[in-house]
């Protein structure tokens, strides 16, 4: 096909790509800009979110779940999806291309700094005005709470002082009830410095110290403002309003904070006592309505509002208006913090309100207030304004100078790139294959270099694994050549004619091991052991396996002493995966008699003269896998008699689950051939046992390593 009509197919494929993501953008941006307008931008969202998360009571989880995806979720993955067509957009158009890049290149580093800059200075303008204006408000309600806790308590301490004082020391024509009410009305003005907030009320109830009496109102605050109600003279128990006065939560406690009662708030002071056998509660505090916050955002210049998070109630005061440009410039410092309010009723407190904050419009500006100069930042906000001002315009500079410092970097990765390239053909061509391009990027210049390092690394690969593998076939062979020289030596002995022994490794090293123990003059003790797993690994066990057996020579003539002091040794020095079957047996050559323990191993095999062989198998478990507490407890010996010419055969799992074809040689196999071959000397059993097995498996491989010993008694004891 000719090249050229390649060429120009890709190029439309690729303008067909560029002109579906210019379409995706612009579709998503304009859909996620309508949701954000619609539903009153973050501020909204986030009011939206809040509230759908508290309306569970009442509605199906279903119905939530649909609107939290459609208000809340809908405007987040569609932002997400519109930043994402806007990438694959500006990189399709970049893609290979370096001039691209670099347009692409000198527009971010002039957007980003900028952007981030502004909405680094925004929130962070948020966040110094919400924690101001709360703690504003905050302290606000806590200077008048604490103004009516002091006028609660001296309320009590005048009507304690009251009762207590003998009828003829009070004045004539004068009640209690009156005496109250004038005490109410002079505490007020010598106690609440904040008395001019509206919506002030106090009342005072009494009763006889008696469960079920009747509430008795002294004194109650004229209407409260919103139409509060009037408390009735003695209220009953079965009256709506008598659990009202001492709530069940509240018991004999004092309380003072933000409640809502018959669905309105109340900046409250609770207040019980008992005095000449009667018990008093005295409730003060302010109605939290419009005019309430209206006093409240002209001490702090910022305009309030306060609402139920599920929209079922609002107080909004008249807001602080201005210009349009001065509303947009304080537009950003509006925040909503939540608010936790006290039901009345059941003394639950919750999370159910939020408190809206927008700066006011003399927020910047101090004006004249009580003789001095009050301002939301304090008096030095004109100073305050100044370093905010200072301070962006300084990230700004810095951006900008980020910007061309990076893009003058950009244009020399260009330059430096064609010149490195050069340079590293002329240095491999040398000879050099260790050296490699660093890395460049995603573009023409950067795939030139990754296939140029990938071209040098595969040759240099090729050239080291073949050293490495004459390397590791010479340090195996040296292996192989230590591990044999750590098995004992058969020739030359008294013994040998009585003994042969074979260990084939799967690998070039194995973890199978046998010892033969010189225990005086007749008796030796044949150790068979098999390491879990095989290569170097189980080699490095097979060879600490040798040294901890010579260590423990005082217990060659007892063979479960011997093999518990080996457990001990290696329940500490193998690791938690790795463990040693092994079987011991201490034969006297001259009287035939034969002790043998099994640590988790194969079974030996006893070739009778005049009975099929026997399989001999102690109880007991691998060395290594638990502590002689337990080992000890499991581990046995068992005696047996051999005759002049019997044998015993020893071996490692190695030659019973050798396989071919899917099938096991077996241990019936092998006792089979012993059978059929045990009137032949030890060595020669050995060979016809191998040879058996090599038959089985055939052209097959050894999967894993293969260790044979048989003893024969002698005959006549020679």
Known sequence: MNPLFLQKNKRKVRKRRQFFWILAAIVTTVLTLWLFIKNGGITGLTREAMNLSLQVKGEMVYSLSVQFFIKVSAPFFLTLAALFCWWMMMRNWAHYYLNRKLIVSYLFFALIPLLSTIAIFILGART??????????????????????SYTYHVQKEVVRMISEPPGQREKGTSVKREIVDLLERLKKRELSSREFPGFFVSVFYRTARPGHPWLCLNSSPPLVDGAVFFPGIIPPDHPLFHTINPSWLGEREFSGLTRENDRLYLKSFRYFEADQRQFVIQAGYAVNKHFLGRLQERL?????????????????????????????????????LVEIREWDTGQNQLSAQMLFDAAPNLFSPEQQGGHISSFLGDNQMQIQFAFIIFTIAILVL???????????????????????????????????????????????????????????????????????????????????????????????????????????????GGDYFEVLEIGDRKLGVFVADVSGKGTSAAFYMAEMKGI?????????????????????????????????????????????????RA???????????????????????????????????????????????????????????????????????????DNQKHLSATQLKEAILNDVNRFIQSGEQSDDLTLVIIQIPENNS
């Open 301 to 337: 210049s910022v305009n309030l509002a306060l609402e139920g998070l599920n929209d079922s109630w609002r107080i909004t005061p008249e807001w602080t208006d201005s210009a349009w440009y001065i509303r947009f410039f304080l537009r950003p410092l509006r925040s909503i913090w």
């Open 600 to 674: 988790g191993h194969c079974p030996a095999i006893a070739a009778w003269k005049d009975r099929p062989c026997e399989e001999i198998q102690p109880k007991g478990m691998a060395l290594g896998l638990t502590t002689n507490t337990i080992f000890s407890s499991v581990i046995s010996s068992e005696k047996i008699k051999l005759e002049a010419g019997e044998k015993l055969v020893l071996y490692t799992d190695g030659l019973d689950e050798m396989a071919a074809e899917n099938e096991l040689y077996g241990i019936d196999r092998l006792k089979n051939t012993i």
């Open 128 to 149: 110094l005005f919400g924690l101001t204006a709360a703690h504003g408000v905050e302290s606000g309600m806590q200077a008048l709470a604490k103004g009516l806790n």
């Open 399 to 509: 951006g900008e100078l980020f910007a061309l410092i990076f893009g003058v970097l950009l244009i020399g990765y260009i330059t430096r790139s064609l010149d490195m390239l050069a340079t590293g053909n002329d240095i491999v061509a040398q000879g050099q294959l260790s050296y490699r391009l660093p890395k460049m990027g995603q573009d023409q210049l950067g795939a030139m270099a990754r296939s140029f390092n990938a071209m040098v690394a595969n040759i240099q690969n090729l050239l080291e694994e073949s050293k490495e593998k004459e390397k590791l076939q010479e340090e195996l062979r040296i292996a192989r050549e230590i591990q044999v020289s750590l098995l004992p030596d058969l020739e030359n002995k008294a013994w040998s004619r009585h003994l042969d022994a074979v260990c084939i490794p799967a690998k070039d090293v």
């Open 549 to 597: 057996l010579l260590a423990l020579k005082p217990k060659w003539g007892y063979p479960v002493e011997l093999v518990n002091g080996l457990n001990e040794i290696l329940h500490g020095a193998l690791k938690s995966n790795i463990f040693i079957s092994a079987f011991y047996v201490l034969i006297d050559l001259k009287t035939g008699e034969a002790e043998c323990v």
